[in-house]
């Protein structure tokens, strides 16, 4: 009797402990033992072109669970008697629903793991068709997928997000995250012993905030045509990469184009090149520079488009011998000639009409040195030096484009400047993002900068127009209809591989229509092997690709009595004695 009175005694305490002393921890760790809590991903924003084709999207999905231990009570009814057919009977009935064999089903649901991913990806109806099977301890998660419907055409500009986390990871998906990724909600809600769901028990919901919806100003079917366009030339002329670039004279981007692409659905096949070249790839960008130094020289007032030059072979400054790039006899052209013909010598001559640090501000005035302003992520200022570390022969290469390095992007912005009557702005990928409400709102204007006057700018232009003439280094480039100005470029390339020069970089860049400029389009061929010159090797992509873009964007064709201006490229010789003329006057020439 003692005894049985101390044990009594005994579980009274305990009880007393438990249900008067501590019973709210411990009415709490009990609820805790049967709460559970689901994360509800938001819907992340979509991206569309600017005819609202859509670039990414996402789509729910499911993550099937289960519990293991409460697998093996699953019953149903065999020949009409409610029947226990444990874990073989939930393998069958889930094998054609997850598109697996039951043998290999039923090792995944069988072990005493409270929490075991099944499966991932699982699509909204398929997960409807598992729930109505009623098996304990099977339960389903929230997720979500991206989807790319253009796949590799704009994926390294569009980006991707990593398919585990589902979190940003390159690109406009990373550029633009805070707006496309929204707030995750919360769901906590009391499950039974098998782990589903108590349907009377008290829940707690937290819905989520869907990302908001963005519009570029990419145009989807030029994207297309222009990296089609550039993979086709890469192939052909057996290029390492290639880029093209296709923005109007006001700043909006129509395409970047960037080869080799990437597959943004296989991300761990680690094929492919993920960056956008057209921000993140740095190259001398050659000749297609002269234009920065001929429209400094007209802008400072220290020649005009028919000031002559006399051209020889070559040219000696300080210790080194500096060259055209093919050997000739004494040229006598102007500086539209210069231009056209796309002499180093002679811009050589024009650059040392100014100092250097007045040629540095012309750089750094059209973008050189620094990031377009675009934001895009990765996007290289690339490589020009303060003017006060120029080697003593640097001075010179630059001007004709080798000793600094560029992108894409920026000499791309050196021929919207000159388009656009000597004003740069800043290019632009987003034109309208849906508020709260789902209304659109326009994105803020871009930054603008006046870098020369509207009448250099004109005769820069006009100048440019002969670069597509005979006489001129890129007639391939001609589009039937418009008039067009542009440049070529053909420069050494810099391999950190080889620590030193390896291959060639082709380009062309240009505008049209020439009288009224309405596209800017820029080609980059990367380490070409079958031909390299930026004529022949990057003017009929651009001649390709302009032509698409402005019957795409509706651009009148130039009137029949636009004609070019009347350019003076030849003299028929010397010029005569007392002539302002541009010549070799030796290493000390200039400022």
């Given at each position: 009797?003692?005894?049985?009175i101390?044990?009594?005694?005994?579980?009274?305490?305990?009880?007393?402990?438990?249900?008067?002393?501590?019973?709210?921890?411990?009415?709490a760790?009990?609820?805790?033992?049967?709460?559970?809590?689901?994360?509800?991903?938001?819907?992340?924003?979509?991206?569309?072109?600017?005819h609202?084709?859509?670039?990414?999207t996402?789509?729910?999905?499911?993550?099937?669970?289960?519990?293991?231990?409460?697998?093996?009570?699953?019953?149903?009814?065999?020949?009409?008697?409610?029947?226990?057919?444990?874990?073989?009977?939930?393998?069958?009935?889930?094998?054609?629903?997850?598109?697996?064999?039951?043998?290999?089903l039923?090792?995944?649901?069988?072990?005493?793991q409270?929490?075991?991913?099944?499966?991932t990806?699982?699509?909204?109806?398929?997960?409807r068709?598992i729930?109505?099977?009623?098996?304990?301890?099977?339960?389903?998660?929230?997720?979500s997928?991206r989807?790319?419907?253009?796949?590799?055409?704009?994926s390294?500009?569009?980006?991707f997000?990593?398919?585990n986390?589902?979190?940003a990871?390159?690109?406009?998906?990373?550029?633009l995250?805070q707006?496309?990724?929204?707030?995750d909600?919360?769901?906590?809600y009391?499950?039974?012993?098998?782990?589903?769901?108590?349907?009377?028990?008290?829940?707690?919901?937290?819905?989520?905030l869907?990302?908001?919806?963005?519009?570029?100003?990419?145009d989807?079917?030029?994207?297309?045509?222009?990296?089609?366009?550039?993979?086709?030339?890469?192939?052909?002329?057996?290029?390492?990469?290639?880029?093209?670039?296709?923005?109007?004279?006001?700043?909006?981007?129509v395409a970047?184009?960037?080869?080799?692409?990437?597959?943004?659905?296989?991300?761990?096949?680690?094929?492919?090149?993920?960056?956008?070249?057209?921000?993140?790839?740095?190259?001398e960008?050659?000749?297609?520079?002269?234009?920065?130094?001929?429209?400094?020289?007209?802008?400072e007032?220290?020649?005009?488009?028919?000031?002559?030059?006399?051209?020889?072979?070559?040219?000696?400054?300080?210790?080194?011998?500096l060259?055209?790039?093919h050997?000739h006899?004494?040229?006598?052209?102007?500086?539209?000639?210069t231009?056209a013909?796309s002499?180093?010598i002679?811009?050589?001559?024009?650059?040392?009409?100014?100092?250097?640090?007045?040629?540095?501000?012309?750089?750094?005035?059209?973008?050189?040195g620094?990031t377009?302003?675009?934001?895009f992520?990765?996007?290289?200022?690339?490589?020009?030096?303060?003017?006060?570390k120029?080697g003593?022969?640097q001075r010179?290469?630059?001007?004709?484009g080798?000793?600094i390095?560029?992108?894409a992007?920026?000499?791309?912005?050196?021929?919207?400047?000159?388009?656009?009557?000597?004003?740069?702005?800043?290019?632009?990928?987003?034109?309208?993002?849906?508020?709260?409400?789902?209304?659109?709102?326009?994105?803020?204007?871009?930054?603008?900068?006046?870098?020369v006057?509207?009448?250099?700018?004109?005769?820069?232009?006009?100048?440019?127009?002969?670069?597509?003439?005979?006489?001129?280094?890129?007639p391939?480039?001609?589009?039937?209809?418009?008039?067009?100005?542009?440049?070529?470029?053909t420069?050494?390339?810099?391999?950190?591989?080889?620590?030193g020069?390896s291959?060639?970089?082709?380009?062309?860049?240009?505008?049209?229509?020439?009288?009224d400029?309405?596209?800017?389009?820029?080609?980059?061929?990367?380490r070409?092997?079958?031909?390299?010159?930026?004529?022949?090797?990057?003017?009929?992509?651009?001649?390709?690709?302009?032509?698409?873009?402005?019957?795409?964007?509706?651009?009148?064709?130039?009137?029949?009595?636009a004609?070019?201006?009347?350019?003076t490229?030849e003299?028929?010789?010397?010029?005569?004695a007392?002539?302002e003329?541009?010549?070799d006057?030796?290493?000390k020439?200039?400022?």
């Open positions: 009797m003692v005894v049985g101390f044990v009594l005694t005994l579980f009274a305490a305990q009880l007393l402990r438990i249900q008067g002393l501590e019973s709210a921890a411990t009415a760790e009990a609820r805790s033992q049967r709460i559970a809590t689901e994360v509800i991903p938001a819907q992340r924003g979509t991206i569309y072109d600017a609202d084709t859509v670039l990414a996402s789509q729910e999905r499911r993550k099937v669970v289960i519990d293991q231990t409460a697998v093996p009570a699953y019953k149903r009814k065999v020949d009409g008697e409610t029947t226990t057919v444990g874990v073989q009977g939930a393998a069958e009935q889930l094998a054609p629903l997850l598109q697996t064999d039951p043998a290999t039923a090792g995944a649901l069988t072990g005493d409270r929490y075991v991913v099944l499966a990806g699982v699509t909204p109806s398929t997960w068709e729930y109505r099977l009623g098996i304990p301890g099977v339960y389903s998660e929230r997720t997928i989807s790319y419907p253009q796949s590799s055409n704009v390294p500009l569009v980006g997000v990593r398919p986390d589902q979190t990871g390159g690109g406009l998906e990373l550029m995250d707006t496309l990724k929204g707030k909600g919360k769901a906590v009391e499950v039974g012993r098998d782990g589903s769901r108590l349907p009377n028990a008290r829940s707690d919901v937290s819905e989520q869907a990302g908001r919806d963005v519009r570029l100003t990419i989807n079917d030029i994207q297309w045509y222009a990296q089609n366009a550039l993979a086709q030339q890469v192939k052909k002329t057996g290029a390492e990469s290639g880029t093209v670039v296709v923005q109007r004279r006001t700043g909006e981007l970047l184009a960037s080869y080799p692409s990437f597959d943004p659905t296989k991300l761990n096949s680690n094929k492919g090149t993920f960056a956008n070249l057209a921000f993140s790839d740095v190259f960008p050659g000749s297609t520079t002269k234009v920065i130094t001929v429209a400094a020289g007209l802008e007032g220290k020649v005009t488009p028919d000031t002559p030059v006399v051209i020889p072979n070559t040219i000696r400054r300080y210790d080194r011998t060259r055209d790039s050997p006899p004494t040229l006598y052209r102007t500086v539209t000639g231009l013909e002499s180093n002679g811009t050589i001559f024009i650059s040392e009409t100014m100092a250097p640090k007045t040629i540095d501000q012309y750089y750094r005035k059209f973008g050189l620094t377009s302003g675009s934001g992520p990765g996007e290289s200022a690339g490589l020009l030096p303060p003017v006060e120029w003593a022969v010179y290469t630059m001007s004709y080798q000793g390095s560029a992108t992007m920026q000499v791309s912005g050196v021929f919207q400047t000159i388009a656009n009557g000597g004003v740069r702005v800043a290019p632009t990928l987003v034109s309208e993002v849906q508020d709260a409400d789902g209304r659109w709102q326009a994105a803020p204007t871009p930054k603008s900068t006046r870098v006057s509207d009448k250099t700018a004109r005769e820069v232009s006009h100048m440019l127009e002969g670069v597509v003439t005979d006489q001129g280094t890129a391939q480039a001609r589009v039937p209809g418009y008039r067009v100005a542009g440049k070529t470029g420069a050494d390339r810099y391999s950190a591989e080889v620590g020069y291959g060639k970089t082709a380009s062309f860049v240009g505008y049209a229509p020439a009288g400029p309405q596209l800017v389009v820029t080609v980059i061929i990367q070409p092997t079958r031909g390299y010159y930026g004529g022949a090797t990057a003017g009929p992509v651009f001649k390709d690709v302009m032509t698409y873009a402005l019957q795409r964007e509706q651009v009148a064709p130039s009137a029949e009595d004609k070019p201006p009347k350019l490229i003299l028929d010789g010397p010029p005569p007392g002539t003329v541009l010549k006057r030796g290493t020439a200039g400022g």
